[in-house]
């Protein structure tokens, strides 16, 4: 957590940031770090110490947003939390962004991207996953599971309102497809930035179980109204 702070803060950006930490029942001494470290500065932790996975977290944190944006032009920034995002891609995500790009994905798949250091199993795995569901659902983007992304409010307020006012139904680490196929269906404009994925910066071990995952994502696929994009 420190060293994200550090990473975030180091961050030379010229529009105004604030920091929404979306706890989903850390059992750790998260929130009195965060508290800590972002004293004097805008934030927000949000959540009741349940862990409903990360989907719950991420449909908890963009609703909290479109509660309490102000400005028609504010940007979410998502990203993992441990330092794995490479954070020197951002000010270009950030870029295209006002070039009228509904949503940028930062992708270890587009030319120049890759992983620096990771496993045979989990590459293929992830690899695998990203294939099927391209091909399957027609989705032209090639990296379709990361967090580190940047959407228009805009984009999330018109995904709300199509889907009720809840933008991810999904807990695990299959949400990220499902607001992906989500922006696909209402005409979002995506764009990919290469992006290396720093596998060595990692604090502490992965939450996401292989065999699970893959499993949500098998369901998923199984069960999702998404027709192939013609």
């Known amino acids: 957590m420190a060293n994200l702070f550090k990473e975030l803060t180091a961050l030379s950006l010229d529009d105004e940031v604030y920091y929404v930490f979306s706890d989903d029942g850390s059992s750790d001494s998260s929130k009195e770090t965060i508290q800590q470290l972002y004293s004097g500065r805008n934030f927000t932790i949000l959540g009741d110490g349940i862990n409903r996975g990360p989907g719950a977290a991420f ?29 020197s891609i951002l000010k270009t995500m950030l870029t295209l962004n006002k070039l009228d790009f509904d949503l940028v994905l930062a992708s270890v798949y587009a030319q120049g991207g890759g992983f620096d250091k990771t496993s045979l199993l989990r590459k293929i795995i992830s690899s695998s996953a990203n294939f099927m569901y391209r091909f399957l659902f ?30 991810i139904a999904e807990s695990g680490f299959v949400s990220m497809l499902e607001i ?16 290396l994925l720093q596998s060595h910066k990692r604090m502490g071990q992965s939450k996401m179980k292989i065999l699970k995952t893959t499993y949500h994502y098998l369901r998923y696929l199984v069960r999702t109204k998404v027709k192939p994009q013609s």
């Not at 032209?140 to 409010?153: A, D, E, G, Q």
């Not at 992906?180 to 992006?195: Q, R």
Request: with cysteine; hydrophobic share 40%; net charge positive.
């Open 59 to 87: 449909n908890t944190g963009f609703l909290w947003i479109l509660s309490h944006s102000k400005n028609a032009t504010d940007v979410v920034v998502t990203l993992e939390a441990d330092c794995t995002s490479d954070l």
């Open 138 to 167: 027609g989705i032209k983007v090639l990296t379709i599971s990361s967090f580190y992304r940047v959407y228009k409010t805009s984009l999330l307020r018109t995904i709300s309102q199509r889907y009720n006012g809840s933008l």
């Open 180 to 195: 992906l196929t989500k922006s696909i269906l209402c005409k979002a404009t995506i764009i990919e930035v290469p992006m």
